[in-house]
């Protein structure tokens, strides 16, 4: 039996140690792209589990809310990995809104969990965001800023799920002479 407070305490743990590395700051945009049915130890795509998926969009809206940190959540491939973001981010960051709302099995159960626990929550078709963590080996890599940079998070996994992460950072332009900060 998967205990979800355990959950809810190693993603915190991790979530804390990939803003640590990736240097993420109030405002930035932090996505998340997860597999419940990878933490329940099934297969991606077939074992989805709302409960799992309500423990992870629930324990990531408060605590990066707290920080001033912008959630985008990424939903499956039957929904083109469209991403749930609050409407104010994607007005302010000028994301193209697309016309989908996330379900179970088409943007699976943690898209789904934060559509419904946002307070204003809108799909957007991709964003460009500063770091994030991809649970379940579900390729977040498409939103983020580049350079990415790979992050290697102190807990690998979230119950059965593998866990990665990026960050980014400035481009090197300019070649040998160039001197960098």
Do not use: W
């Amino acid at each position: 039996m998967l205990d979800l407070n355990q959950i809810k305490k190693d993603l915190i743990t991790i979530t804390e140690d990939v803003i640590e590395k990736a240097n993420v700051q109030p405002g930035d945009i932090f996505v998340v792209g997860c597999s419940s049915s990878e933490v329940v130890g099934g297969v991606i795509g077939k074992n989805s589990s709302e409960e799992v998926g309500k423990v992870i969009a629930e324990t990531l809206i408060d605590y990066l809310s707290e920080r001033h940190i912008h959630l985008a959540v990424q939903g499956c491939e039957h929904i083109n990995r469209a991403l749930t973001v609050e409407r104010e981010v994607a007005k302010q960051f000028g994301f193209d809104l697309v016309s989908v709302v996330p379900k179970r099995h088409a943007g699976g159960s943690t898209a789904t969990a934060a559509y419904l626990g946002m307070k204003d929550p809108v799909e957007v078709e991709h964003i460009i965001a500063d770091a994030g963590i991809d649970i379940g080996d579900t390729s977040i890599g498409m939103h983020i800023r580049h350079v990415q940079v790979p992050i290697r998070p102190s807990l690998n996994t979230l119950g059965s799920a593998h866990v990665t992460a990026l960050g980014n950072r400035p481009k090197l332009i300019g070649g040998e002479r160039a001197e960098y900060c």
